[in-house]
């Protein structure tokens, strides 16, 4: 063989791991137009790069996801603090209407004072009493939970500085030591 028949076996060959190169680039989200002179130019490691690299469709798909499971929290947060507040609705006025139907006034009788006023949204400093949600690992999202059971599960170990934590004041999902709940860390 001549020297330009090994030339053109090299370019084929460069060609080949370029085109093989844009293959791969292209089912995994990246450009390829810069693959193939990756490839055409690094041959066999540009190759094991365009490999070796995170698939950028899958952690799009992944974050696609987690976006609806926080949207689906939201909303089932959302629903669960209107289902809330109208059984305490509907419990307070069926014992007004009791008390009304007997002559006495419960809310006093035990005690002479009116309930305590409920409890605030965020406490002083500034952490929200409730609608936690956590992923333990393996696991899939708990929750809501009041910032006293958050605080028993720090208590407990059953949560750590690691676990996934998510308040719909949040962003998104966090470390619980990124989170305000890194109080309760030890």
């Known amino acids: ?5 090994v030339l053109l076996v090299q370019l084929g060959f460069m060609v080949l791991i370029g085109a093989i ?3 791969i680039a292209s ?3 990246r450009s390829p137009v810069g693959w193939f002179f990756i490839g055409l130019v690094g041959g066999c490691i540009g190759l094991i790069l365009v490999l070796v690299l995170p698939d950028l469709k899958k952690e799009a798909e992944t974050k696609k ?3 609806r499971l926080r949207g ?5 947060l959302t629903q669960e603090r209107m289902k809330n507040q109208a059984f305490r609705g509907h419990a307070s006025n069926r014992l007004d209407a009791h ?5 006495v006034d419960t809310r006093t ?3 002479g004072t009116l309930p305590p006023p409920p409890v605030p949204d965020e406490l002083e400093e500034g952490i929200p009493t409730a609608g936690w949600h956590i992923v333990l690992p393996g696991l899939e999202a708990e929750g809501p939970f009041s910032l006293d ?7 407990t170990e059953e949560v750590s500085e690691k676990t996934l934590v998510w308040h719909e004041s949040l962003d998104d999902w966090v470390s619980a030591a990124s989170s305000p709940l890194h109080i309760f860390l030890s």
């Open 21 to 23: 190169c844009t293959a």
């Open 65 to 67: 996801r987690e976006k």
């Open 149 to 155: 059971e958050m605080r028993d599960r720090f208590a």
């Open 109 to 111: 009788a035990a005690g």
């Open 99 to 103: 008390d009304g139907h007997l002559g």
């Open 1 to 5: 063989m001549g020297e330009a028949s």
């Open 72 to 76: 689906k929290l939201q909303e089932e």
């Open 27 to 29: 089912n995994r989200g």
